[in-house]
């Protein structure tokens, strides 16, 4: 009674409001050496290694013109994804998030080439959306250009308070003087754990400068706290984007991004203004997926989206390409409902043509009434329930409708057992990567309670619900 009154509440603040649109984009890993002429077996790059006589090697096959899984992005790919998000909705967007990661990290460019491809990239985009504003985000591929040369191909985009904040750290913020919302845009290379730079998966240097790994790197700390403070003095409220988002990887057993510190202050962060944050967007991860924030005493308080990636390619298993389209109303900045679309890359190459179509809508897909932290806090636990089909609809978008044939290469395959639902459920509803280790091991526990016996993990679910807040 009391959920169906509170439905009804925010129908009635909205009835009134004017509905918008805007496209989320992230992950484009646009690799300029990719060619057809190449083959799958070497990044899809045409080198002489790869060719024997003229001719490709018999044992491999040529790379397809809109991209392979195990490849970055061809520019066929990326100019169909600006001619997709043109013809599906092109007009009534309000804007475009971009949150990074732009090039790839395989193909050894110089300062000059990743300059050139950010200017392709952004001159392409330019004229997808000739009367938006498009926002980018910094992503840790984004790197070895400094902050001043990136700002000068986005000044178009940017106003010029946020163009003097980005050109001496990578963050700024976007006020939407006539609405009562703005957006802030983190730079989360300042927050990236050692470990991340050790493994390769970022570069040492963040915009021309050596990663400060201070506690408040680049006062950016300071920065996004004044923001928020002064957002909630105004009664405004606020979206957050950025590249890598707080928490695990739901496919990598764990894995997480983010220092340790800055991980644990983003969520107390957020906890302590949950009450103005209508909205949080990153990448990074490549997959379809999503998160939820609890307050101290377990009650869900805040959520972020993750979208999935243009590139199919990543290191926790390939996907197929995404685009987002969000529904929001633009009086207060609730987000009401998204659209998810994909392109089936086997059937692109074999066609020689990009169909791209909707994957699914948020609210029809998962039979919600409504996107809040409560709400996806509700589908999170439907994961865990045998009878519930929600843990399945969510796997097949988290691979964004990958082949059946492909996926079981990776990730859970065909076995979407209670192990494979407990590792997605640990890692959108714990985001502290501690938090999130101890959501595993109580399945463990549970299990060592009664021997030797097998019984499914989703038997645990009671166990795991009543010991929420230690496993926080």
């Known amino acids: ?71 970055h992005s061809p520019w066929a790919l990326i100019e169909s994804a600006a001619q997709a998000m043109r013809a599906k909705h092109g007009e009534g967007i309000e804007f475009v998030l971009w949150t990074g990661d732009a090039l790839s990290h395989t193909a050894g460019m110089s300062e000059e080439l990743r300059i050139q491809s950010l200017k392709n990239l952004t001159d392409l985009l330019s004229h997808t959306f000739t009367g938006q504003f498009i926002f980018p985000a910094l992503g840790h591929e984004d790197t070895g250009v400094n902050f001043t040369q990136i700002a000068h191909l986005w000044r178009h985009w940017l106003p010029n308070e946020a163009l003097v904040t980005f050109k001496k750290t990578g963050f700024y913020t976007i006020e939407q003087r006539s609405e009562n919302y703005h957006i802030i845009f983190l730079n989360t290379n300042l927050w990236l754990s050692t470990s991340s730079i050790i493994d390769n998966r970022v570069p040492q240097r963040n915009g021309g400068q050596v990663i400060d790994h201070s506690a408040d790197p680049s006062g950016q700390w300071t920065w996004l706290e004044n923001n928020l403070r002064k957002a909630r003095i105004k009664a405004e409220t606020v979206y957050i984007v950025g590249h890598t988002p707080p928490g695990v990887y739901e496919r990598e057993g764990g894995a997480s991004a983010l220092h340790e510190k800055h991980n644990k202050r983003y969520i107390r962060l957020v906890r302590q203004y949950s009450d103005i944050i209508r909205g949080q967007f990153f990448g990074h991860w490549h997959s379809d997926t999503f998160r939820v924030i609890y307050s101290d005493t377990g009650v869900p308080v805040s959520w972020m989206m993750m979208a999935p990636s243009l590139t199919p390619s990543s290191p926790g ?26 392109l089936n890359l086997p059937d ?47 796997y097949a978008a988290n691979t964004v409708s990958l082949p059946r044939e492909v996926e079981e290469i990776w990730g859970c395959g065909g076995a979407l057992n209670g192990a494979c639902a407990l590792r997605h459920y640990c890692a959108v509803t714990r985001l502290n990567p501690d938090s999130y280790r101890d959501c595993l091991s109580s399945y463990a526990d549970a299990l060592a309670s009664v021997g030797s016996q097998r019984v499914s993990p989703l038997h645990y679910v009671p166990y795991l619900l009543t010991t929420w807040l230690a496993c926080r």
């Open 1 to 71: 009674m009391i959920r169906d009154c509170l439905v009804l509440l925010c129908w009635l603040c909205t009835v009134n409001g004017k509905i918008g649109y805007f496209w989320h984009i992230t992950d484009i890993h646009y690799d300029p050496r990719y060619s057809t002429h190449g083959n799958t077996g070497s990044m899809c790059w045409n080198t002489r290694s790869n060719i024997d006589s003229g001719r490709i090697r018999s044992d491999q096959r040529p790379p397809g013109m809109f991209g392979e899984y195990n490849c």
């Open 317 to 342: 298993g390939p996907n197929n390409p995404g685009l987002r389209l969000y529904k929001f109303e633009t009086n207060t900045g609730q987000v009401l409902d998204y659209k998810q679309f994909y």
């Open 348 to 394: 692109a190459n074999s066609a020689g043509k990009a169909n791209w179509i909707t994957e699914y809508s948020m609210l029809a897909h998962y039979d919600l009434k409504e996107i809040t932290a409560l709400s996806l806090h509700d589908l999170a636990d439907r994961f865990t329930q045998s009878s519930d089909s929600a843990f399945v609809r969510y």
